[in-house]
C-alpha cells in the first residue's frame, strides 16, 4: 500500500446554524447508492454523506468503488439506528473520500481530537480500519488499525456509539 494522501477537511459544521433541517437521503448528494432503499429523512445535523457524491463517481477501480458503497451503507444504517435512539442531538462532520496512488480509497472522518478511517484496496486481504486520537491532557497521539472484511463488518454501531461519546 502506498502512502496515504489525507484530504483538507472541515471538523464540524458552523453550530450556529439552529435550524436544522430534515433532508432525503434520495434527494440530495447523498444518493450515491443509486438505489431506492434509504427514503429515510436525516437531520442535517447527521448528513455525513453530502460531500461523497463526486467522489464515488471519480473511483477508477469498480470493486473498490462496490467496497466504498457497503462500508458507507453500514455506516448508513447505523446512524439511522442511533437516530432512532435519539441519541444523537451534534453535529457530525462530513466523510471524505480519497483515491490514493494504487487505486485504494481511503474514507475519513476527522473530528477535533480523533480521527477514524477506513482503507479499502483493490486486494481485500489488505483492507483496513483506522482510528487515531489524541490524548487532550498529554497531548499524546494513540493507534489502532485492524483488518477490514468487508462483507462482514459488525463494528459499526461500535464505532458510532465511540463517536457520539466522544463529539
Known amino acids: 500500500m502506498s502512502d496515504l494522501i489525507f484530504d483538507k477537511t472541515s471538523a464540524y459544521l458552523n453550530e450556529s446554524n439552529a435550524n436544522v433541517k430534515q433532508i432525503n437521503v434520495n434527494n ?3 444518493s450515491y447508492l443509486n438505489t ?3 427514503p429515510v429523512m436525516l437531520p442535517l ?3 455525513v454523506f453530502s460531500s461523497l457524491s463526486k467522489s464515488i463517481i471519480t473511483l477508477e477501480d469498480e470493486e473498490v468503488a462496490k467496497q466504498v458503497k457497503k462500508i458507507l451503507s453500514c455506516l448508513y444504517l447505523s446512524l439511522k439506528k442511533a437516530i432512532n435512539n435519539k441519541s444523537i442531538s451534534n453535529y457530525l462532520p462530513r466523510l471524505h473520500l480519497t483515491q490514493q496512488d494504487d487505486m485504494s480509497a481511503l474514507i475519513e472522518w476527522n473530528f477535533q481530537n480523533f480521527r ?3 482503507i479499502l484496496d483493490t486486494n ?7 482510528m487515531i ?3 487532550e491532557i498529554t497531548k499524546s497521539y494513540k493507534s489502532e488499525l485492524q483488518k477490514l472484511d468487508v462483507d462482514n463488518f459488525v463494528y459499526m454501531d461500535e464505532i458510532i456509539r465511540y463517536v457520539l461519546e466522544n463529539t
Do not use: R
Not at 481485500?124 to 483506522?130: G, H, L, P
Open 28 to 30: 440530495t448528494s447523498n
Open 36 to 38: 431506492n432503499i434509504y
Open 45 to 47: 445535523n447527521v448528513d
Open 116 to 118: 477514524i478511517g477506513f
Open 124 to 130: 481485500k486481504d489488505e483492507n483496513c480500519f483506522f
Open 133 to 135: 486520537s489524541q490524548n
